[in-house]
């Protein structure tokens, strides 16, 4: 049985060789730095409630709740890919209702953006077994593809400007993107109420940032250079709760980074050097 092994793959008596591995390929990747001005930030009732009666907002953080990655040939352009995203950002707000008064509430913005990659040619289709379904038994989900998929890599959005405007007069609703809002069940429970698009509540605008890294990938069988395996030489060190809390605090380092303060010189009108501003920490 050895005469029908694969003999373009083998190992050496030293446990170095070349092998071949199934993985997923990079057949093409991009970095991105996005800037979404004046997004619409929707709201709930009781969102908008607060906002009108506020006399001031900010927005305190942005978090990605979501995103919808699709995948589609470009026409007209073999093994090019339009790659679409759109982000679903949770904004939590702060607004000043009164003197000394502050009241915080929830806002989502859907950002979009579609880039062009190269996701290679040819199309197959592959069927696998089940190992635990292997005996007198029909597989149904063993059926898949090695067309690309995207991959969106990015970081927590940065808020960069927060605007108040009072709602524009709406004479084509059709054509107005405002008008109307989808969005997936999983985004809807993160809320505590159902969003308002065509109230005549003023509206919130949130310019944002955000950086990305998008790649496209396919299934391929490669062959590199690798080593065996080795068994650790490291015990593995059971957990223990009977440990005395203060003897564990005592063997704690200090956090002496937590205390420094980065000190930035810069000179003034008299040609002296003075203080930083402290804004890198």
């Given at each position: 049985m050895t005469d029908h092994r694969n003999t373009s793959s083998g190992m050496c008596q030293d446990g170095r060789g070349t092998v071949c591995i199934?993985?997923?390929r990079v057949l093409d990747s991009c970095r991105d730095r996005d800037c979404f001005e004046n997004t619409r930030v929707y709201l709930t009732s009781c969102g908008e409630e607060i906002l009108s009666a506020s006399t001031n907002v900010r927005a305190r953080s942005a978090n990605i709740l979501w995103a919808y990655v699709g995948v589609n040939e470009v026409p007209f352009n073999c093994g090019f890919y339009q790659v679409s995203i759109r982000y679903y950002i949770l904004v939590e707000l702060e607004a000043c209702v009164g003197i000394g008064q502050?009241?915080?509430?929830?806002?989502?913005?859907?950002l979009e953006k579609d880039v062009v990659l190269?996701?290679?040619e040819g199309n197959v289709t592959t069927f696998s077994s089940d190992p635990e379904n292997s005996y007198c038994s029909i597989n149904e989900n063993n059926?898949?593809?090695n067309a690309p998929v995207a991959i969106v890599e990015t970081v927590e959005p940065l808020i960069l400007s927060t605007k108040?405007?009072?709602k524009e007069c709406c004479t084509s609703c059709c054509y107005n993107t405002e008008c109307g809002l989808e969005l997936p069940s999983c985004v809807c429970g993160c809320l505590d109420g159902d969003i308002c698009t065509g109230s005549d509540a003023p509206r919130l605008y949130i310019s944002f940032g955000i950086f990305s890294v998008i790649r496209i990938v396919r299934p391929a069988q490669l062959l590199v250079q690798a080593s065996d395996y080795s068994v650790p030489d490291k015990e593995c060190v059971a957990a223990s709760n009977d440990e005395n809390p203060c003897s564990v605090f005592s063997n704690m380092p200090f956090p002496t980074s937590r205390f420094r303060t980065t000190m930035t010189a810069t000179a003034n009108n008299d040609g002296q050097k003075g203080r930083g501003c402290g804004c890198n920490k």
């Open positions: 199934d993985t997923q502050s009241r915080t509430f929830k806002g989502l913005a859907v190269y996701g290679g059926r898949g593809t108040v405007k009072e």
